[in-house]
């Protein structure tokens, strides 16, 4: 038998094809339950047991451990599970990956189901092109599934027949007979093999072919299984590398935790996969040597997965101390970061709008922690104290620029992904707040400047200016308190009526101050530049007004089309 580069390219199309079928349907089923699947994350994780069965039942949902890890990690980054919490999830996860490994033992051996693929397409297509986002996701999910199984009956048809290729077979067989030696090897070449694919459903289905084929031992098959245990931690570490540091620690927790259970697994190496194959062959009763092989592969990983969470359930404090120890708490982890959301969690386009929602929160926070330095800045009569203030606006207006361009290029990166038209309508009203947010910052680093001109000119206000602008100053106080309130209003019971209430008195009194300002000039109470710095405050004030309706009005529209 000859094995053509064309025929390789066939092989490398035919995993391409069921990890697409794989991305498909794990893309359908999370928009599809993407805000069920995230208040049963938070609401199932109240204590080890519930976490557990939380990431048993999200994983065996989604079909993907990974992506259960990568939500579990952006979880924990926006602070909405605990690092303890996600330890526990994770445990989950690992045992709800093993589903993936008994439907392709079930179905791929035994029922043809590439042959329903084709009639299952024609059932999706319909529902593809349905105008309502539930059904277009259900229609993905359809086509997603279909693809995984064509894909891995290709991935059958077009393997190397080792058996009708002695010089590949002994290539292969010079590996595996060097005792314990071997088994290493597979656990390496499974860790690598998962680490490179990024999914170890892919690298499980490869290997259930190679020992349904009979081209390795079920033993060597379960050392495979072992190194793709570890190989599948790499996405949730990937994701966490810009993370904060509690998700840093989770990723850590999901690699310590699979290291652990494939050391003491190879330990017990021998009498485990005898155990597990008396288990098949004698209960179960399998006669064909293919469905055999590959329910003992199934059998090995669920089993290995159980006892590993049965073993490490009751250490959970330990591991959350042993990764604290590793990845330390910085001196002072960085205040002015971006707290919730990073650069490597699109894997969950859908789930990844929850983060962006609470860094605009902090965001809204901020801009309104600057206009109290403001107010602060405005009575400040100590030179030193008035710079160290000044600096500090400053560099929290360099912060709201860099804040508004990060959150909005991970908003177009989340946009790119696969989402129901209410989340992209979501994100267009998410990128206006943002905007409109900067600006408050922008009208705040004004209002410093302005009264930092004013510090180093030689007059100051009079009392009666000073009163008005304290009575301004309390007004766009009240109107960013009422915005923060609305933009963290997740069940729409605050009345936006008052925010436009408090801009329509902001309008009104900047224009009573605006005609006075005239008359007291006129009447010499104060000289012509002392009244323009004073009416630059005042003005500048109503501005920040009119963002701040621009921000509840950006929030209060995307509510009202969802209601």
């Known amino acids: 038998m000859e094995y053509s580069f064309y025929d390789f390219l066939k092989l490398l199309g035919s995993l391409a094809l069921f990890l697409y079928g794989m991305k498909i349907m794990s893309e359908g089923l999370q928009k599809f339950a993407g805000d069920r699947l995230r208040k049963i994350l938070t609401a199932m994780t109240t204590n080890r047991v519930t976490g557990v069965l939380t990431g048993v039942l999200i994983t065996a949902l989604i079909q993907s451990s990974s992506a ?140 259930l072919i190679m020992c349904a084929n009979g081209w390795i031992s079920f033993e060597l098959g379960a050392a495979l299984v072992l190194g793709e245990n570890i190989g599948t931690t790499i996405t949730a570490n990937l994701a966490a590398l810009t993370a904060n540091t509690q998700a840093r620690r989770a990723a850590l927790a999901h690699l310590v935790f699979n290291v652990f259970g494939v050391i003491w697994v190879l330990c017990l190496f021998k009498p485990f996969t005898m155990g597990v194959s008396w288990f098949v062959e ?82 809204a926070e901020r801009t309104h922690r600057m206009f109290g330095m403001v107010r602060d800045l405005l009575h400040t009569t100590n030179e030193n104290d008035f710079n160290k203030l000044f600096s500090r606006v400053e560099k929290y207006e360099n912060i709201s620029d860099s804040m508004e361009v990060e959150i909005a290029n991970y908003l177009n990166q989340v946009s790119e992904g696969r989402l129901s038209s209410e989340s992209k309508l979501q994100i267009r009203s998410m990128l206006r707040e943002v905007t409109e947010i900067e600006s408050i910052g922008d009208s705040c680093y004004n209002l410093a400047r302005t009264i930092n001109r004013k510090h180093r000119s030689e007059m100051d206000f009079t009392q009666k200016q000073y009163d008005h602008i304290e009575q301004m100053f309390k007004l766009t106080d009240d109107a960013l308190s009422q915005m923060i309130a609305l933009v963290e209003d997740e069940h729409h019971t605050i009345d936006v009526n008052k925010s436009f209430n408090i801009e329509h008195e902001i309008n009104n009194y900047r224009n009573q101050l605006k005609n006075q300002n005239v008359l007291d000039v006129n009447n010499k109470e104060y000289d012509y530049q002392m009244g323009v710095h004073y009416m630059d405050i005042i003005t500048e004030c109503e501005k920040l007004g009119d963002y701040v309706v621009n921000v ?12």
């Open 68 to 207: 259960t890890t990568v939500m579990v990690v952006s979880f924990v980054n926006a602070g909405l599970l605990t690092l303890s919490q996600s330890i526990g999830v994770i445990m989950g996860a690992n045992i709800g990956t093993t589903v993936t490994a008994w439907i392709i033992s079930a179905l791929g051996f035994k029922v043809d189901i590439a042959a329903m693929a084709l009639p299952l397409l024609a059932v999706g297509v319909p529902l593809l092109f349905s105008g309502k986002s539930n059904r277009k996701s259900i229609g993905e999910f359809i086509f997603g599934f279909s693809f995984l199984f064509m894909g891995l009956s290709l991935l059958k048809t077009n393997a190397p027949d080792l058996s009708k290729n002695p010089e590949m077979l002994s290539f292969v067989q010079n590996y595996t007979d060097m005792g314990f030696g071997s088994v290493m090897l597979f656990v390496l070449i499974g860790t690598i093999l998962t680490m490179i694919v990024q999914a170890s459903a892919a690298t499980m289905a490869i290997t």
């Open 282 to 363: 004698d209960i179960m009763k399998t006669p064909d040597p293919a469905v055999a092989v590959s329910f003992k592969l199934s059998a090995f990983h669920t089993t290995f997965n159980i006892c590993n969470v049965l073993i490490l359930i009751w250490f959970v404090k330990l591991i959350e101390k042993t990764v604290c120890k590793i990845i330390p708490q910085r001196e002072q982890d960085e205040e002015y970061r971006l707290r919730f959301i990073t650069g490597g969690m699109l894997s969950t386009a859908e789930l990844s709008i929850l983060q962006a929602r609470k860094e605009i929160n902090l965001f």
């Open 552 to 563: 509840v009005e950006a929030g209060s529209n995307v509510k009202e089309k969802k209601a």
